[in-house]
């Protein structure tokens, strides 16, 4: 493509622009003149969720042109280029950006490259000569308040975008809490910002718009093929950077065909499937307990929409017990590059419970065509620019399977979509009250939570096509994050695992004897994932089975059943690098996780002759016999460290490891970390004042972490003798110190 505009963009700093597309390139291939750009930064999926639906909608009820763009995929320094651009052919674009932020105010895995370019723009450009100041742009952030910075990378962008480059905003900028209720936040400003949008429009001599609503029209139409070469370039679940990939086995041991181990790099978009080398329950006869009254609403549950608890459930008078369980896995990655260190967060892709996915099909009519090979074209009719969620060609039951999520609650923008498809006058009216309360936020809306398969066994009537349920209905499978549990010190080529099965009770209320009635559960999509694999584990031919399995017919491939798809996330989570240093770690439950991987390291470091600081670990759980993670190995450590020294061991003879834990459920009045920690104040002090000590803390953001904070900040009182306004700004400067660090959620 040619240009007639040209811009120095060396002076702001370079972009990585290697693999990077070019959205002016698409910008060109387009004849409206009126466009709006929707460019997404996301980690868990929401933010491309909401971009999605904000794209779809601007064309479908603002009847605007409108592409959507991973931000990480395309070169960003075209920003600088966009309207000079604009300006010589005549368009007229605005830029929308979905922003999340990770953590404590960092950007996203796909935002990294953008968010550094930026700030290397800022840095570089001197003249401050406002590059963007012709440039109108529409901003959402995504944070959670529980967190200091909450949504910093929306507000910095924000900052940046006005202050430094000079662009306006159209409309307000809109912020969503996920500690509340990002999706009503989202919907608010949405109506705030459609008419805002349609003025701006209206105003620049653009073409005429209008809010009006139209039919929907599916972004796509389905194609079934089977020939040779779709067979043979067919993905069968595998999530993949490049193209589909297949899986041998040799010489005891499953490994991936046409694969150079040293050369490949494997990360969010392509992960590694590590075998599980290990894995055990960690709780021990340990229960939650809920009470039941006579007002419990009736609720219409089936069968395969839930798990039998009978296994897991206790009735006892007027209450129900559902099992709590906790699993450990130790994960081999001696066959990859990977490399971590410990505070690192490791990502796990999930696939659906296979009886569900087997039950959605069915209620979607496609029995007979679930395992045909298909691929999604643009429709012609539709003006949509989203692309699929699913790599293509593969089996329906494939990407139901292993891409697209069927256990998530459906949002208002898929309630709109489905009551198209029922031409029952019940069906419709029960759709546009359901839609009418998102959009209210009626506190009606969580008895309207349902996943798809729920919904179409209660709206029989309801008949969606298969290409609307792939292509515009069911969002991609996420990973979910977890805190590695080991050191890869103290523990070459393994990564570990700790995760708590998340558990939903659900029971029937159609007798009055609480014991006749059938106790069922909903269980998390990632832990029931993990759940399942453990019990697999349990199989001493499994191993087998999954090696049978890699011989099927093309329709039936997959990746290995029993192998997680990994790929590492770096945090800044991290010990100091000076390891004599005291440190002070705070994590009740699985907040143990990091610190278990800690104090392996500290011990590796001991071991290694340097000088291991004073290590402290606050620890809480509920019951020492039931719900203490990693007791044995905590207290075989501490007595291996007290032999060690009194065999006059000089690597070890500094390191002091010290265990302070909290049982909250074994006296009367209930005792947390915070507590514990509050006892200890003059040593915490001490550490903190004198001995330049780190404090951690993971686990819980909005209690816990708000607790522990506060513990500290009134020791800085009772024991520092600092004034009100010092101690409250005592974590701030440790925060700025780098001494003072959370993992929280």
Not at 125 to 131: A, L
Not at 664 to 669: A, L, N, P
Request: glycine share 4%.
């Amino acid at each position: 493509m040619e240009k007639s505009y040209s811009i120095d963009l060396d002076k702001y700093g370079e972009y990585q622009r290697e693999d990077k597309e070019s959205f002016i390139k698409e910008l060109n291939d387009i004849e409206e003149k009126d466009i709006v750009l929707v460019f997404f930064g996301t980690q868990t999926g929401t933010a491309e969720e909401f971009a999605t639906t904000f794209s779809q909608e601007i064309n479908e009820k603002l009847h605007i042109q409108s592409l959507l763009f991973d931000i990480e995929e395309y070169d960003m320094s075209e920003l600088l280029e966009l309207p000079l651009y604009c300006k010589d052919k005549g368009k007229n674009v605005v830029v929308s950006f979905f922003m999340s932020t990770y953590g404590e105010g960092e950007p996203t895995d796909n935002a990294i490259d953008f968010w550094e370019w930026l700030h290397n723009c800022v840095e570089n450009d001197v003249n401050e000569d406002k590059p963007l100041k012709d440039l109108s742009y529409l901003l959402f952030g995504l944070g959670n308040k529980t967190y200091e910075l909450y949504d910093f990378v929306g507000r910095e962008l924000n900052r940046i975008l006005k202050n430094w480059g000079g662009a306006s905003i159209i409309g307000e900028f809109g912020e969503g809490d996920d500690n509340e209720d990002t999706e009503g936040d989202f919907q608010e400003w949405k109506e705030k910002t459609y008419p805002c949008i349609l003025k701006y429009f209206q105003s620049s001599n653009s073409e005429t718009v209008e809010d009006t609503s139209s039919i929907f029209v599916p972004s796509f139409v389905i194609k079934y093929t089977n020939d040779a070469n779709s067979q043979k370039n067919a993905f069968t679940g595998e999530l993949s950077r490049d193209g589909p990939r297949r899986w041998g086995y040799k010489d005891n041991s499953i490994f991936e065909l046409n694969n150079n181990t040293n050369k490949q790099e494997y990360n969010v978009k392509h992960p590694f499937y590590a075998k599980v080398s290990h894995c055990k329950q960690l709780f021990q006869d340990c229960y939650d307990i809920y009470k039941i009254n006579n007002e419990v609403k009736i609720t219409k549950i089936y069968d395969q929409d839930i798990l039998d608890a009978i296994n897991i459930c206790k009735i006892e008078d007027n209450s129900i017990s559902i099992k709590r369980e906790c699993l450990h896995f130790d994960i081999d990655i001696s066959n990859s590059n990977i490399t971590y260190n410990a505070g690192d967060h490791v990502a796990i892709y999930p696939r659906n419970n296979e009886s569900i996915v087997n039950d959605l099909i069915s209620l979607l009519g496609i029995s007979d065509r679930a395992d045909s090979l298909i691929t999604l074209e643009k429709n012609p009719d539709s003006k949509s620019h989203i692309t699929p969620n699913i790599p293509m060609p593969c089996t329906i039951r494939t990407a139901l399977t292993y891409y697209l999520d069927i256990n998530d609650y459906l949002k208002i923008r898929q309630f709109e979509i489905i009551s198209n498809y029922t031409t029952d006058d019940h069906e419709k009216e029960y759709y546009n009250r359901i839609i009418d309360d998102f959009k209210n936020n009626s506190a009606d809306i969580e008895k309207f939570q349902k996943t798809l398969p729920q919904l179409l066994k209660e709206c029989q009537n309801t008949k969606i096509p298969i290409e609307v349920v792939l292509g515009d209905l069911l969002t991609k499978i996420t990973p979910r994050y977890y805190s590695i549990s080991s050191s890869p010190n103290a523990n070459p080529n393994t990564l570990s695992v700790t995760a708590i099965l998340v558990r939903y009770p659900l029971f029937t209320t159609s007798s009055a004897d609480l014991q006749l009635n059938k106790m069922v559960y909903r269980e998390g999509l990632c832990t029931g994932y993990l759940n399942n694999i453990f019990k697999s584990l349990q199989d001493e031919n499994c191993m087998n089975k999954m090696i049978n399995e890699l011989n099927y017919d093309i329709t039936n491939l997959h990746p290995p059943k029993l192998m997680l798809p990994i790929s590492i996330r770096e945090s800044t989570f991290k010990l100091p690098r000076d390891t004599s240093l005291p440190v002070i770690m705070i994590g009740p439950g699985t907040g143990i996780a990091p610190f278990r991987g800690f104090i392996q390291e500290r011990m590796w470091q001991a071991k290694q002759g340097k000088n291991v600081g004073k290590t402290i670990l606050f620890y809480g759980c509920r019951n020492r016999n039931q719900d203490y993670l990693y007791r044995q190995e905590l207290e075989d450590l501490c007595k291996e460290l007290e032999e060690r020294k009194n065999q006059n061991d000089e690597n070890v003879k500094w390191f002091d490891l010290q265990i302070i834990n909290a049982f909250s459920r074994e006296t009367d009045k209930k005792v947390y970390v915070q507590h514990r920690l509050a006892e200890h104040g003059e040593m915490i002090w001490e550490l903190i004042r004198e001995k330049r000590a780190h404090i951690y803390i993971c686990g819980d953001a909005s209690n816990m972490a708000r607790d522990v904070q506060g513990c500290i900040e009134n020791i800085a009182r009772t024991v520092g003798g600092m004034g009100e306004n010092q101690a409250n700004i005592l974590i701030k400067d440790l925060k700025l110190k780098g001494r003072f660090h959370e993992d929280v959620w």
